[in-house]
């Protein structure tokens, strides 16, 4: 795909993030508070800076993991088709669980995801979004926590890519395209 040119605006600042960041890593700390261990686990790529921050705010016991689930490639259109292209290292039967995600769009992903992990039977099993677009979602899923709700508009940073672009912006921009295309 030709890359289209287009400028990026600023949208959620890297200080607005961080004290979500902070409120949300209390919530999260309140409703687990007692477990043994909480295993945390990011949805690569895009949670990646975002589950950075979050666990260095979370004064529990945790484990770290990841799974890799994908629908969008290098396309900006779900194919509404998850593919789980990594999954956890670990068992998470009988455990407490926190699924984070960067930004939840159609839903497909979280849902997909979701079903999956309930189905190793965890103990409670929760789940964390940066960011939330209500108003394209195409199945009846939420995740229990969010950090912004946004407007239907494409986003890049703070682990968002554009085709693979821009993962590295410490705040959450709006894309704007400038040319043809
Ligand atoms: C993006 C994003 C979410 C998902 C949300 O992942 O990180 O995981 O899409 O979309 P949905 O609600 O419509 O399913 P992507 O497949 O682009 O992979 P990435 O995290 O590696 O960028």
Redesign the pocket.
């Known amino acids: 795909m030709p890359q289209r040119e287009y400028v990026i605006e600023p949208m959620i600042s890297a200080k607005a993030i961080a004290a979500r960041v902070e409120e949300l890593a209390g919530e999260i700390e309140r409703h687990f508070a007692g477990t043994g261990k909480l295993v945390v686990v990011g ?5 990646f800076v975002f589950i950075a921050d979050l666990v260095r705010e979370i004064g529990l016991n945790i484990e770290v993991d990841f799974l ?6 290098d396309s900006t259109e ?1 194919s509404r088709e ?1 593919r789980i292209l990594k999954d956890l290292r670990g068992e998470i039967g009988g455990r407490d669980v926190l699924v984070v ?11 997909h995801v979701v079903g999956l992990l309930r189905s190793r039977k965890p103990r409670r099993l929760e789940t964390i979004a940066l960011l939330d677009k209500p108003s ?1 979602r ?1 199945v009846d899923i939420r995740a229990t926590w969010t950090g912004f709700e946004i407007p239907d508009e494409f986003v890049v940073g703070y ?3 554009f085709a ?1 672009r821009n ?1 590295n912006l410490p705040y959450i921009g709006k894309v704007r395209f400038t040319g043809e295309g």
């Open positions: 949805l690569l790529r895009g949670s890799e689930a994908s629908s969008y490639g779900s998850v995600e960067d930004i939840v769009d159609t839903g497909y992903t979280l849902q394209r195409e682990g968002i890519d693979q993962r």
